[in-house]
């Protein structure tokens, strides 16, 4: 089936509950596989401009909705980083992909860099965006945690926005670098404040698993930094110069640990891909044409 902006959609089923994943590009080539961020992310808001470009350049480009995100619903259970990272093995499996470009934002970072470790014979380079689950401490961190655990707080906070998109709307407004005159600021807003209501129909908290578990009390339970030294594949280290939720310093140097490259882009926040779409899919399609040109043929 297709849909008239985002691929060739897919509908698929995993031993949890169903995925969703979005298709672009020619069927043979260097397959890329986008990972979106928590929250009201989804891949069809995210990846909206980065998936159709790299498929346009020749790569086979796999979005993916995370479960309890966009269209892959219901899932019940724990969806912590090992969820997450043998998640993204099953996904693989399926899709019957050996190896990949593994490209994540936030979250999804994080979980990309953490299957990378896990999995290095499966991941041929690894592209990620303000990654998640770099600091060993966060500010705030027992504040943070507590409120994390407040009895049905988050899922108060989904119905909160459910009910209320037009306060979507001017958050958004202020945590876009440009406000309202990003690229494609109506449909971006219309999305989050579809995904809001999507959670709110389905139970859902307004946080990700991956994030409420990551934290502990007084420090992360989840701190990859030590361990990037430990990379096989090629890396790129992606940071919106103006992101409030992902230290510079944090990504690079994890860059740096892991004999990578880092990149800082001007005029963008966390959500790099909505700020700065296009200096986004230069900097990934340089990257790639380094380390998985896209006339090499599939993997």
Known sequence: ?????????????????????????????????????AGLDTARGVWRRVAPALGQAGYRVIAVDWPRHGGSRPWDGVLDDAFCRLFVEELLDQLEVDRCVLMGLSLGGGVAIGFALDFPERVRALVVLGPGGLEERRPWQFVTWAFLRVPGLLRWMTTWYARRPGRVRRQMEGYLVAGAATPDFDEIVRDIAAEAAQKDAHGERILDDWQIHAYGPFRMRLHLLPWVDALRCPSLWVRG???????????????????????????????????????????????????????????
């Open 241 to 299: 110069e103006r992101d409030q939720l992902v230290r510079g310093r944090d990504v690079e140097a994890a860059a740096e640990a892991s004999g990578g490259r880092f990149v800082s882009i001007p005029d963008a926040g966390h959500i790099v891909t909505y700020d700065q779409p296009d200096a986004v899919i230069a900097e990934t399609l340089r990257f790639l044409d380094e380390v998985a040109p896209a006339n090499t043929g599939s993997d």
């Open 1 to 37: 089936m297709m849909t008239p902006d985002f691929g060739d959609v897919d509908d698929l089923a995993l031993g949890g509950g169903p995925v969703r994943v979005y298709r672009f590009g020619p069927p043979t080539g260097p397959v890329v596989v986008l990972l979106h961020g």
